[in-house]
């Protein structure tokens, strides 16, 4: 055998080979010959670590026709096969991805119905499924990012190691980031441009900012992903003014008005304006709740601007539809969440809606791709954005999975008609509103840590994160 050849074996199942570790990519060079060879192989083991591989196998043009030919014999082993010309040098590049008998399921982004198929992933694993999860290491929270960023809780009160959640659940963890994918030939590239094949893909990548219709600097701070709040904290703290800063809020919906009143309390804050296009600031609030948080916003001096359909945020003054300009020394903006629309569009699976699923939580014209949380555009009906939906569609997932491999019918999402909601108003108090019904004070604020504890206790090892010096406690902290 030529030194630098390698020889390798396809047999109707699975393919036999002395090469490659499990999970690795090997490249396998065949120069001189175009047959696939039937006896050297047999000197390998088959093993199904060896069926994930993906062989990418150089040879001639010439021998083309013979390599399409050999694989013809071998039905059923490849779950893909494609060429490609190496320009210049008359070579052909063969990617062939054999089929393997264990399906493999993607998970993309560890939002909060991943996490909980992350934390089952045992089950997956006893009925079939060979389970990955691309996802960056950390997971952040977000039902206390408000009192993150008002510097009320740790930095990390909220944050989830989920590298450390995979290595206890034996899912194979890929940190980091989907940037695009082949939905035909079932190839995720993640940002280190490595590929993932899946039999089975599942979407949760959350929501973003991403106001539409208004020119935004750069500079400027969002409330989705996280990281911009985490952003507001550390850039009023470093900041190497003298006096304290004016931040402006643009977007008075729930999330805006629970950020403005946290920082409304902060002492480096001087001031805080609230910016609404429409007339009323918490519009889908009860009118009893409105009128109350209303009082509050005043009480700690915020600055509510309603009626100003803001045209452009700069990095230290937004400007109104009416030409009015409004300075700041940092500005945040929480417009409403959308699905991440360039990637989501690029990736092929929707829009700034989100990708596009029936009941079963499949997309719509994939069954092999499901999409759950704030990314998802639940089709048999709006969803708002709010964690809940993505936390109650995770055991639906999860059942959706097993029933698929053993044939069964697969189960749909109902959501629930009204979900209770808890802002966290900052300086101990909280808003619990379901429906029409709302509760003040600082019993929905101890309720909230409750049902913000519990949750995040199931998904962190090692209990409780550690504190910076002059913040509260998050474990069995005490509204004042
Ligand atoms: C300030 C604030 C407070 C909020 N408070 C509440 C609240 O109290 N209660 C409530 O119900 N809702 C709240 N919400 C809404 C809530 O944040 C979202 O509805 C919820 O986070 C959506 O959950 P998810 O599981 O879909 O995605 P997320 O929780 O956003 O998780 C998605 C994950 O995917 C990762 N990801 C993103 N892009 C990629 C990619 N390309 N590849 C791989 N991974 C990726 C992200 O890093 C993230 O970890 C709040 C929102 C904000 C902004």
């Given at each position: 055998m030529e030194p630098g050849v390698v020889w390798h074996t396809f047999h109707a199942g699975p393919i036999l080979s002395t090469t490659g570790q499990p999970g690795s990519r090997a490249d396998l060079w065949?120069?001189?010959?175009?047959t696939i060879d039937n006896e050297v192989g047999t000197a390998g083991t088959v093993s199904p670590?060896?069926?994930s591989l993906r062989w990418n196998v150089m040879t001639p043009a010439r021998d083309l026709a013979n390599w399409s030919a050999e694989l013809a014999r071998f039905p059923g082993t490849l779950k893909r096969a494609s060429r490609r010309p190496v320009p210049g040098c008359g070579i052909h590049v063969l990617d062939l991805v054999p089929r393997s008998p264990v399906p493999d399921l993607l998970l993309v982004g560890a939002g909060h119905a991943h996490l909980y198929v992350v934390k089952r992933a045992g089950e997956l694993a006893a009925a079939g499924y060979r389970v990955q999860l691309l996802a960056p290491r950390y997971f952040d929270y977000s039902g206390v990012a408000s009192a993150t960023a008002a510097g009320v809780l740790d930095s990390d009160a909220g944050r989830i190691d989920v590298r450390a959640l995979v290595g206890v659940s034996g899912v194979e963890f890929h940190e980091g980031t989907l940037e695009s994918l082949d939905p035909e030939a079932r190839i995720a590239i993640t940002s280190d441009r490595a590929q993932l094949s899946y039999d089975v893909l599942s979407v949760s990548i959350g929501s973003v900012v991403e106001p539409a219709s208004m020119h935004v600097h750069p500079t400027v701070l969002r409330v989705k992903p996280l990281s911009g709040l985490a952003d507001l904290d550390v850039r009023l703290r470093n900041s190497t003014r003298t006096s304290a800063a004016t931040v402006t809020v643009v977007g008075g919906g729930a999330t805006g008005l629970e950020v403005a009143a946290h920082l409304a309390?902060?002492?480096?804050?001087a001031l805080v304006r609230l910016v609404e296009c429409g007339p009323v600031v918490g519009a889908d609030l009860p009118a009893g709740a409105r009128r109350r948080t209303g009082r509050l916003l005043a009480a700690r001096g915020v600055d509510v601007r309603t009626g100003c359909v803001v045209r452009g945020v700069g990095e230290r003054q937004l400007v109104c539809d009416d030409g009015s300009e409004i300075s700041h020394d940092v500005a945040l903006l929480a417009t409403g969440l959308s699905a991440p629309p360039p990637l989501l569009a690029e990736l092929g699976l929707g829009d700034e809606n989100g990708v596009p699923v029936r009941a079963t939580l499949q997309h719509v014209d994939r069954d092999e791709v499901y999409a759950v949380g704030d990314c998802a555009r639940f089709l048999p009906g709006p969803l708002p954005r709010i964690g809940v939906h993505g936390v109650r569609q995770g055991p639906v997932l999860q059942r959706s999975l097993l029933a698929r491999l053993r044939g069964e019918c697969l189960p749909v999402y109902q959501p629930q008609r009204r979900a209770l909601s808890i802002l966290d108003l900052g300086d101990g108090v909280g808003l619990a509103v379901r429906g029409r019904w709302w509760w003040y004070g600082a019993g929905p604020l101890r309720l909230k840590r409750f049902i913000d504890r519990r949750w995040l206790r199931r998904y962190r090892e090692g209990g409780t994160p550690s504190r910076r010096a002059g913040t509260r406690p998050w474990f069995g902290d005490k509204p004042r």
């Amino acid at each position: 055998m030529e030194p630098g050849v390698v020889w390798h074996t396809f047999h109707a199942g699975p393919i036999l080979s002395t090469t490659g570790q499990p999970g690795s990519r090997a490249d396998l060079w065949c120069r001189s010959t175009s047959t696939i060879d039937n006896e050297v192989g047999t000197a390998g083991t088959v093993s199904p670590v060896y069926l994930s591989l993906r062989w990418n196998v150089m040879t001639p043009a010439r021998d083309l026709a013979n390599w399409s030919a050999e694989l013809a014999r071998f039905p059923g082993t490849l779950k893909r096969a494609s060429r490609r010309p190496v320009p210049g040098c008359g070579i052909h590049v063969l990617d062939l991805v054999p089929r393997s008998p264990v399906p493999d399921l993607l998970l993309v982004g560890a939002g909060h119905a991943h996490l909980y198929v992350v934390k089952r992933a045992g089950e997956l694993a006893a009925a079939g499924y060979r389970v990955q999860l691309l996802a960056p290491r950390y997971f952040d929270y977000s039902g206390v990012a408000s009192a993150t960023a008002a510097g009320v809780l740790d930095s990390d009160a909220g944050r989830i190691d989920v590298r450390a959640l995979v290595g206890v659940s034996g899912v194979e963890f890929h940190e980091g980031t989907l940037e695009s994918l082949d939905p035909e030939a079932r190839i995720a590239i993640t940002s280190d441009r490595a590929q993932l094949s899946y039999d089975v893909l599942s979407v949760s990548i959350g929501s973003v900012v991403e106001p539409a219709s208004m020119h935004v600097h750069p500079t400027v701070l969002r409330v989705k992903p996280l990281s911009g709040l985490a952003d507001l904290d550390v850039r009023l703290r470093n900041s190497t003014r003298t006096s304290a800063a004016t931040v402006t809020v643009v977007g008075g919906g729930a999330t805006g008005l629970e950020v403005a009143a946290h920082l409304a309390v902060r002492r480096d804050v001087a001031l805080v304006r609230l910016v609404e296009c429409g007339p009323v600031v918490g519009a889908d609030l009860p009118a009893g709740a409105r009128r109350r948080t209303g009082r509050l916003l005043a009480a700690r001096g915020v600055d509510v601007r309603t009626g100003c359909v803001v045209r452009g945020v700069g990095e230290r003054q937004l400007v109104c539809d009416d030409g009015s300009e409004i300075s700041h020394d940092v500005a945040l903006l929480a417009t409403g969440l959308s699905a991440p629309p360039p990637l989501l569009a690029e990736l092929g699976l929707g829009d700034e809606n989100g990708v596009p699923v029936r009941a079963t939580l499949q997309h719509v014209d994939r069954d092999e791709v499901y999409a759950v949380g704030d990314c998802a555009r639940f089709l048999p009906g709006p969803l708002p954005r709010i964690g809940v939906h993505g936390v109650r569609q995770g055991p639906v997932l999860q059942r959706s999975l097993l029933a698929r491999l053993r044939g069964e019918c697969l189960p749909v999402y109902q959501p629930q008609r009204r979900a209770l909601s808890i802002l966290d108003l900052g300086d101990g108090v909280g808003l619990a509103v379901r429906g029409r019904w709302w509760w003040y004070g600082a019993g929905p604020l101890r309720l909230k840590r409750f049902i913000d504890r519990r949750w995040l206790r199931r998904y962190r090892e090692g209990g409780t994160p550690s504190r910076r010096a002059g913040t509260r406690p998050w474990f069995g902290d005490k509204p004042r």
